[in-house]
């Protein structure tokens, strides 16, 4: 759910060392987007400056410590502040939904999808997608599909985004929670998905509501970033006291849901 830009190489007019700070013009200048490569000719640069190294990566850390306080505090300052009560929860109700996800994953998201890809999904099961909406706006959403799998009818969580000025307020653990309940009603004997190993809100996120980490994906990424693999096993909910309790609140809030039209067909984290 990432994506920066970065260059390196060696400067002009045969220096032998040079730094190259490169920041993707497509992107805006944060401390993930902000590249850095640092070319250097070791064994000349050893002989001649000794402290060379030590300096220099003083130097970049104190630059890069300075740009992610400063993103930091610009996080804060564009916080959003609301009543959980204000969030209104919907399943997906048909093609005016699907632009509103399409433009969030598209946003947050480090993999493009194609809308043939998005189709796919809410199509075949919109029950499984849920949004989330503050005031009118379009916040959050969980995008998900189930079926057989080898000898197993399993649950997957495709894509799953809250847009940052409203994260860290458990609309993220609501969306995929619903989803969740959905597929265990519906007989699923397990979920998964893929979230990048970097990604600690995500693996933090699903590790509460009792995934485990099944295996390492390697370059899954196309930006060539890792992945775990998540899986949470059903029946057992005395092993995910977490989930359950958090389903009982999905009833409790049942009257926020806005049910998919019967003329839709059956209806998929990154991370």
Known sequence: MAGGGACCGRGGGGSEDSIIWAKSPSQ?????????????????????????????????????KETMEQEEGEARMHKVEFDPSEI??????????????????????????????????????????????????CVGTVVCKMGEHRSTF?????????????????????????????????GCEEVTLEAEVTNKGALALYGRLGFIRAKRLFRYYLNG?????????????????????MADKVESHGHHDHIA??????HHHIS
């Open 28 to 64: 805006p200048s944060t401390s993930f987007a902000f590249g850095l490569c640092l070319v250097l000719t070791s064994n000349k640069i050893k002989k001649r400056h000794p402290k060379s190294r030590s300096l220099l990566a003083a130097r970049l850390g104190s630059e890069l």
């Open 154 to 186: 399993r649950g997957y969580i495709a894509m799953l985004v809250v847009i940052k000025p409203y994260r860290g307020r458990g609309i993220a653990t609501e969306l995929v929670t619903r989803s969740i309940k959905v597929m265990m009603e519906s």
């Open 225 to 245: 970033v890792d992945a775990f693999r998540l899986k949470l096993l059903f029946p057992c909910p005395e092993i995910h006291p977490s989930l359950s309790m």
């Open 261 to 266: 039209p019967e003329e839709c067909p059956e």
């Open 88 to 137: 209104e929860y919907v399943s997906y109700g048909g093609e005016h939904h699907l632009p509103l996800i399409m433009n969030l994953v598209d946003q947050e998201l480090s993999e493009p999808y194609s809308i043939f890809t998005y189709r796919y999904f809410v199509y075949l099961w919109p029950h499984l997608s849920f949004l989330a909406f503050h005031k009118g706006k």
